[in-house]
């Protein structure tokens, strides 16, 4: 028997002994026999440090699975079952001036929202638009498991210019909304059912089901009353108003306080820059303390330190995606996929985020019909602008880049709209070739 | 321990020992704890032989389910969990003039299709929202499990004019199609899975998994092989034209044969009148020889004989989907439910049937996107086919009751349709107050 | 001045003398200088006598109007202002086949609805797209007007394949209705507006207005009065069910009665080809008629026998058109476009026949918003049907052009499709080489 | 004969001596015999100052039409052809807190937008609906054309809920576009035509055409250029990027200011209101003094300072509207009327602001299509504010009000939006009865 092939491009990411624990465990379901690490030259340290680490694990571990090392992205391809992808083009530097230069203009600086979410998408879509080429030719049958922010766009992107078509985007927001509200409710996960819709970053948690019965209505209120809160290691939990939350009737994700806190979260942000610096600053303190800890010729578990990196249950629910997808098991899990009109009202052949049943050939989205009316414009909004920043990346326009920011609803000036653009670009010239030619 | 408490109207038909047979099977996962069997009086004779059936059949079987028979519907509704419905309103005499007056003029004569399917359709539908009315005061929680004819037309009128809004249509069109499809494959049927879309009595089969591979496109070619055929018992199995299913793509399902094959069926049906009758009459021999089999003290077993009269796998439709939603269980099943979107093109608040998550809120659509370009069309016309009707029932508008007869694509001509209708409104005019106010 | 240049392809054909008519009437609002009639070898007799017709014409109304003719298409169409087309693949020889061969099998044998209707499409829509070809090149800026059958198909054919997108489909249906309707109301034609909204031959009336007041009701009841008929020469003028119309609230098109009367219509069509043959054949003897009648070198008038062959308002149609464009007249007219939404329901971009505003920039469809729901299946069904046709056109599938056949409403079998479908493309092997690669 | 009767509802405003200087002009197409000025109470001062000055213009014309001055609404209703409203809920004071409240939070405080904008609404839609209801009563036959803002949420308001449904939103800013492309194009302005489509305050011009050739291009560059401004009296005329210009492809409408250039717009207001209070502040300033030279008795035409006033254009729209109507003209004009499928991807029956043929039966939208992708989320996302508040203004819900304010895009915090609709609810308390059972 021949046994799974996982190939992981960015393999030299802080993340990855997440996703080895979680192929250990899950090895009953999921037998791995070769995980193939993936990095490019420059990450070549990094990438041996995670790749013993990975080595150690598997072993104390006593699972049968070879893990490769490789700067070679082509061989590694050749015929995977699964690819999957957590790239980051320009490394935390360029994640720096994205959420460096909007803030110098008074406009939210964010990794994957407005302007800064516009330029990690440029700078990406290109690279994993490569990744497809190559998947083309070399395991045309494997499915791409994205990882890499921003997912949507590069999910939208792999669907409209991919040449493959088997992509699924997936992000831990989901997941991470369901384990709150279970934690709110004080009970197992297993007994919560959370159907979700929207967009990447951009989704509601539309009903929710404890044991079957809707409880949406006790959820909105816990999560209005000021004692819970439902966030993410890189977004300040800042309360949401009660009785917006009533009004609104499904549940935001923590990203949505960009939109409905903007003007706090604009604040917050500038203050923060004064007192810390950039998240993305924090960050790669972080992980150079997450490498030294890494290197420990005895350690051979997922270290604890990297739960302050963020990222909860990346592993879990990339590995529950992987091994539904592996046993046409038809279970329920929200992940980024084409439309195909789950959702009225956004392009049939777009990138969603929504509940889908998870079958061996593939994610297959559940009916949303119409989003509530009240969000139904923002999501459209957000999906316009990755519809315009997706054809900007792929065709090095200036305008379509400029549109793009412009729309923005974190951009709210033509005129300063122009001037991040201009500044972004030439601070990011290296990774932005198609639009220097 | 409350138990579930199921009620069946129509509780009299010679299908009960099937239904009651399936949740003797089912009992463990569906503890079934009183099973009420209404009927109205003129069905009370056939209300005792087959309740007094059912009771040895439980008695024998060892479970402790009640058995309680009544003609009394709106104490037997008080606090149920379940009603099933399987009513024939104008019983079988009724289907022979269905099926008898529009063949005379020259047009297909049909039970659920057609001017027959039309007429079956506006007796019924009134009985069935006076039944939704008595759900609302009695047992407004339980769900409305509807077996009867025609099945599409009456969940659009139960979602669009009922007092509830819990309603699901069953029908073993579906369920038969995987049934065959198994068979040709020669595999467990548990290995297959079958992607539904369209409507009652006009579902395609628009994707077949075999182990979660598609096989669509081999299933199709061993259809149009003649070799085998997907038929139910009311259908002449008329074989496809190979070309034609390769050219369709997808799996139309045996009453397809009354749109793709007008031409034959019409034929076969006007040389049947002639050789051996309706198949209403047909039916009402069988069932007077199963009631008189039915009555045998020392039968406690659904007899052999039950299977001539046709319903195959009704009553394992029924139990695994009261099944999944008393457990929640997020399986896959093909019922009529509210589009909600799962169908572009057709109206979100339309009555559609499709593969559904089966869960305790109720079954969920998955997206199907756009029909194919090829059935777009028929499906859209049998749909306002269906909305017409419906809105004539419950009106009573003679225009409209002419307008969907004339529109269905199994008449064809304004002015016979007309005769037909006229002839058809006087012959049931016992069951049809609302066209003589 | 240049003055305005006209190129007719198919411009020996017998309707010429109208067109021509109409070109001298509207000359003022419409200075035509050159008018060039192209026609192919086989048209070079015909071409000459009704080109010589057309310049006894101009030469006696005295109006500065050059007439070429040409057998080269190429020549004629350099910096053309319209293109008009009128052509005639494989003449009325090929007519005859597409009526005949069909009739055999006991299905509608008609010029442009059903199985004769797929095949004028199949051997007419490559010579059309290599028109456009020819227009990208040597005239992009022209206009496409063409009155070519079926028109609906071809103009959905440009739309998709077309190397230009200035096309505009023409048809006398809505015109002709127009004037019926004044006629039947008694008063000048300038006095009634009717809003039409459908396909090309599938149009309907959904509004009339008598000085802007809405009269449909009052219509509808005239037209079932069997006193007034509203027809083609090419169409029996069945009449219609008044309380069919009653009910269904907007006006059928002539070529309705092939679908709401199908059964009278396929009768009559077997009955008159047993009694006189086709359509065809009758129209060949008319034509070959009004050719001796051109010859005559004294006639400088359009003949009054041109109105035996049909095409009733086909110049005045045609001549206002061009002449709303020409001088931006914002006037509303019902042509076959681009639907852009103005029909809810058909896709965005495909070819409708609706009311719409003709400006210099082409026509502005009019919202219909929703088609009555009475009509929208089989108005999406023959939209299908032209989708598949025009697929099967361009590609040369036999399994697109068995598909398209199948689901056609007046084709109702698949087997009898099939073999229809197999003898016709035989028949017209000559002008239909895609399929014979 | 009869002649035409129009009642003015607030017919005490300033503006209608600008509506009796067009009746005046356009006497000859329009014969208007009545002109009914009705006005509340508190309004009758300044409804005599202008009724007297609209006499005494009406006499110096010599035409025949017969001023009535009321406050007696029903009684002017009776047989009304036609309806203007121009009500001002609260009047200028209500305008002054609409505008402060919300800079007081930092947020935009504007007439027509965002906070200010909905409790407008909240305060006039009632009266509205009232106003419907006598007309459905009175004069049920008669054209509602309502100039008061908020005016798409109004037209939205009656289409949903009113009592008549020949009802239409006009708004000068179309119109006004069109006057300045034709200045900035140095033509007269009947040889431009746009293509208008969005909502009200909030339309684009899709394209524009001088003498049917699109410029729109041309058009776009020249409003980059910043030598020229489209603006509005009450709107600072900031200057468009012109790259942004470019990208978006479409013409902007001077309110879009207020999102493509919030920023600024928020600073310029907060700078203003330091400097020279709210502009409701200054309107009432400039109405006092219009009031006393209105007094005037020997004034006996629209004196210039009305200019000053805004409102450019209100009457010549007003007319020419009123005039093809009533004359059945078939012109082309932007009104705000039911979508109609007009634009694609907004509800079918909501007010949208597009291009419409207008006829006696009322103006008939243009098929619009998709709007482009850029604009696409941010209309929707003002159409759902506009059906939020719309529903919140007919049910006085609460939790329906918070969340219109907070979707808002220039609402920019859940929590100050809360205490934004907090104060200005109980500013307001007076007009909103509802809100407070
Ligand atoms: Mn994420
Ligand atoms: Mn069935
Ligand atoms: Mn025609
Ligand atoms: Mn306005």
Known sequence: MKGIKIVTIGGGSSYTPELVEGLIQYYDELPVRELWLVDIPEGKEKLEIVGNLAKRMVKKAGVPMNIHLTLDRRAALEDADFVTTQIRVGQLDARIIDESIPLKYGMIGQETNGAGGLFKGLRTIPIILEITKDMAELCPKAWLINFTNPAGMLTEAVLRY?????????????????????????????????????????????????????????????????????????????????????????????????????????????????????????????????????????????????????????????????????????????????????????????????????????????????????????VQQIKSFEQLAVEAAVTGDYHLALLAMTIHPLVTSDVIGKKILNEMLEAHKKYLPQFFR
Chains 1, 2, 3, 4 share one sequence.
């Open 162 to 378: 991919g040449k493959i078509k088997k992509v699924i985007g997936l992000c831990n927001v989901p997941i991470g909304m369901e384990m709150t509200i279970a934690n709110m409710l004080e009970v197992d996960s297993s007994r919560i059912h959370v159907e979700f819709a929207g967009l990447n970053h951009m989704v509601f948690g539309t009903h929710v089901y404890l044991d079957g019965m809707e409880v949406t209505a006790q959820v909105l209120d816990l999560l209005g009353s000021g004692k819970v809160s439902m966030t993410m290691k890189n977004i300040i939990g800042l309360d949401w108003d009660r009785d917006f939350l009533k009004a609104l009737k499904i549940i935001p994700c923590p990203y949505h306080r960009y939109y409905y806190k903007h003007k706090e979260m604009l604040e917050h942000e500038l203050e923060e820059l004064k007192k810390t610096g950039t998240r993305g600053a924090a960050v790669k303190q972080i992980e150079k303390e997450l490498f030294e800890v890494y290197k420990d010729p005895d350690l051979a578990v997922k270290p604890s330190q990297l739960e302050n990196r963020g990222g909860a249950y990346y592993s879990y629910a990339a590995c529950r995606l992987i091994r539904s997808i592996y046993n046409d098991k038809r279970d329920i899990q929200p992940v980024n996929v084409r439309n195909n009109g789950a959702i009225i009202g956004l392009p049939e052949g777009a990138a969603v985020e929504v509940s889908c049943m998870i079958t061996k050939d593939g994610p297959k989205p559940l009916a949303v019909g119409e989003l509530p009316v009240a969000v139904r414009g923002l």
